[in-house]
């Protein structure tokens, strides 16, 4: 289906679903004329059909880009076309049931018996026509459009070697030569092939399934409460931001949104991989897809379709799952080039067996169309992206999401992890161990630090927030005007012009005598200190072993206090920190160690932003912050260092499930394509093993959903 327009960074972004993709060749042809009609953010996957682009100021209309792809082989699917009748499998069930009678008698006939009409060339000829038309318009469509867009693909050995086996055949009955006639070998080259790309298409798809879980996670309906108060079921993609949602027990959260009545226990496991309920009230943020246990609740949508959390993820898991990494580049460089040089072995194939060493000219053809035949860049195309999509959906199953295809053979590069300590390798749920007001107001103190920190995006602000609260539950505002500056602390001024700081020992005029994690100042005058206390994380020890026993140096950087730093840094067994650190500074020692080794730096992704944008691999904790996003290649949605344990491990295993998928697929053609030029494998069980290269393939990719990492 053709979907509408949406604004995306200024550019108008498309997204269609297109049919007659079988294979990755298919994909970059269809990707090489979208970059030659000057699109930009150009995604293709074939095993979804979906393609999306986005639109310049120099990019030709819809209806040329729809018929510039039709010309090459493919089509659009909108909401007017009609459903194809010729489908895969029923182009496979008809040539199916006309190829067996032939094979049957094939081998029956080569046993020295009889089967009568079956034996008669005419028969033959008629059982095999329909298969034959089927095959080569199936497969010709596939292998002129691939021409056309510059890579040819599978379908083009598959086209030539049915298309010789046929036209041999056809003057064999012309001249009555029984040896010229193989009908047979051009059905069954057809048919196998259409069972393997039938295979084929089953088995990707299941590689794509974490992907379609997600999809399918956001109800297809919701309750809308009209201001009359009334309730309307309307389609999801009908919610407008704004909208009060109703959320009954049991109800899929249709949007992302805040509660503005009710309270209920929402399981967000398949947004964060928590696996407890979260219990929220009013003004707490839901997530779209995550389901009501209990409870009642109306929600005011934040966040719709595309902008959603979920909605988020599953455009990075897209992207993730579609983007190639350098390994898969090596392997479609040689993709490019493997079908001009088969097609070369499989002419040189028949001259030197016919000229060469007195074969005959029928056993010559089949000898070539059985290299044509056997060989199999299907699977060298098949073997990253199969595996990138089945580990990058296992991630995501973990609440683990990751951008680009890239980001999977980064992880098992990295030589250096860098930990930001607050709320990374600490909870980040600070309390105050101590208060000296100076001889102030203890309320008047309390008074400011809410207002500070109410204004404030870093994680220490929600935990102050909570501990003022219940040292004086109510409190008035002053209605300070606040202005935040990273990595010193926060500023505000009331309206009588009196400025207010809280921070570090940074906004103090001169050095503190005695060192405090806040200090409160009032127009520079200090008037407070505050003392916290901060727990590890669950698991932060566990993680940090687990790097250092990979090989990998674990390295703390931090803007807090040294003494403090020192003591986590003691706990986990850290050998390398740095302490007191402003952004600017973290930045620095992120590209001093990404210059010399393979860096990841996980942090909070506020002000670690620019440290984890410049490391190798940025890792951001807590809920997906547009920050973290935006900054990081690997988000750990649950917040869970574990989390981070998983990603390596899986990263790892699928850069080996690739190789493997490589390894296989290479040794498969150098061991293959000489077999049949001998003459020692006939088309017929060419076509089949070359299917079976790609179950093989997919197969070693779909391991990887259960594979023990």
Not at 324 to 339: E, G, Y
Not at 385 to 409: L, Y
Request: aromatic letters at 6%; charged letters at 20%; hydrophobic letters at 45%.
């Amino acid at each position: 289906m053709v979907n509408g327009l949406i604004k995306h960074n200024m550019t108008e972004k498309i997204k269609w679903d297109v049919d007659g993709m079988s294979c990755v060749n298919c994909a970059q042809s269809i990707v090489n004329f979208l970059e030659e009609s000057h699109l930009d953010d150009i995604h293709v996957d074939f095993a979804s059909g979906k393609v999306s682009f986005a639109l310049n100021e120099e990019s030709p209309s819809l209806e040329v880009l729809q018929k510039g792809l039709t010309r090459i082989g493919y089509q659009v699917v909108t909401k007017d076309s009609k459903p194809k009748y010729w489908t895969l499998e029923r182009k496979l069930i008809l040539s199916a049931i006309l190829t067996i009678p032939l094979v049957l008698g094939h081998f029956v006939m080569m046993a020295g018996v009889s089967l009568g009409f079956l034996g008669n060339p005419y028969v033959q000829f008629a059982l095999a026509l329909p298969v034959i038309v089927i095959g080569l318009n199936h497969f010709g469509k596939s292998a002129i459009g691939s021409l056309r867009g510059g890579v040819p693909n599978m379908d083009v050995l598959v086209f030539i070697g049915g298309l010789a086996a046929t036209i041999y055949s056809l003057v064999g009955l012309v001249l009555n030569e029984p040896n010229y006639i193989f009908f047979e070998t051009a059905a069954s080259i057809f048919t196998l092939v259409l069972f393997g790309n039938y295979l084929e298409h089953r088995s990707v798809k299941q590689t794509t399934s974490a992907l379609t879980a997600l999809q399918n996670l956001v109800p297809t309906k919701a309750k809308k409460v009209m201001p009359s108060g009334a309730i309307v079921q309307i389609d999801t993609d009908e919610i407008q931001l704004g909208d009060i949602i109703q959320v009954n027990e049991g109800d899929s959260i249709a949007c992302d949104g805040k509660i503005v009545d009710g309270f209920g226990s929402i399981d967000e496991s398949m947004i964060t991989g928590e696996s407890l309920p979260v219990e929220k009230s009013v003004g707490l943020k839901t997530y779209g897809g995550t389901i009501l246990q209990q409870g009642n609740i109306q929600i005011k949508a934040i966040a719709v379709s595309d902008n959603s959390l979920l909605g988020k993820i599953i455009d990075l898991v897209e992207k993730a799952q579609n983007d190639k990494p350098p390994i898969q580049r090596l392997a479609d460089r040689i993709s490019a080039i493997f079908v001009p040089v088969v097609i070369s072995i499989a002419l040189l194939t028949f001259f030197i067996s016919w000229l060469g060493f007195d074969i005959s000219p029928t056993q010559a053809l089949i000898n070539s169309i059985a290299v044509l035949v056997i060989s199999c860049p299907c699977a060298m195309g098949l073997a990253t992206p199969t595996a990138v999509m089945v580990g990058v959906g296992r991630m995501a199953q973990q609440g683990i999401v990751i951008k680009g295809g890239q980001t999977v053979e980064a992880i098992k590069e990295i030589k250096n992890i860098v930990f930001d300590k607050t709320g990374t390798l600490t909870t980040g749920q600070f309390k105050i161990a101590n208060i000296d007001y100076k001889g102030q107001d203890k309320d008047y103190i309390h008074q400011i630090v809410n207002d500070l920190e109410s204004k404030s995006s870093h994680p220490l602000a929600m935990s102050l927030l909570a501990e003022i609260k219940k040292l004086s539950p109510k409190l008035d505002s002053l209605n300070l005007d606040v202005q935040e500056k990273k990595g010193i602390g926060i500023q505000g001024t009331d309206a009588s012009g009196h400025i207010f700081q809280l921070g570090s020992k940074r906004i103090l005029a001169q050095a503190p005598t005695e060192a405090h994690d806040l200090y409160l100042t009032e127009n520079g005058e200090l008037i407070a200190t505050i003392d916290l206390k901060d727990d590890l994380k669950k698991g932060a020890k566990e993680t940090v072993q687990f790097f250092q026993k990979q090989g990998i140096e674990v390295i703390m950087l931090s803007g807090d206090r040294k003494e403090k730093v020192e003591k986590v840094a003691n706990e986990l067994g850290i050998q390398t920190y740095f302490a007191e650190q402003l952004p600017q500074e973290k930045l620095n020692k992120i590209s001093e160690l990404s210059a010399q080794a393979a860096t990841a730096m996980v942090g909070d992704g506020v002000n670690d932003a620019p440290a984890l944008a410049k490391a190798t691999l940025g890792v951001s904790m807590g809920q997906a912050s547009a920050v973290a996003i935006e900054s990081a290649q690997v988000i750990l949605l649950n917040d869970n260092l574990s989390s981070l344990e998983k990603a390596f491990r899986i990263g790892k295993t699928t850069v080996k499930t690739i190789r493997e998928n490589l390894f296989w697929a290479f040794a498969y053609n150098v061991v293959a394509i000489p077999i049949a030029a001998m003459g020692y494998l006939n088309p017929m069980w060419g076509a089949m093993f070359m299917a079976f290269s790609d179950v093989v393939v997919i197969g070693n990719s779909l391991r990887l959903k259960r594979r023990k990492v």
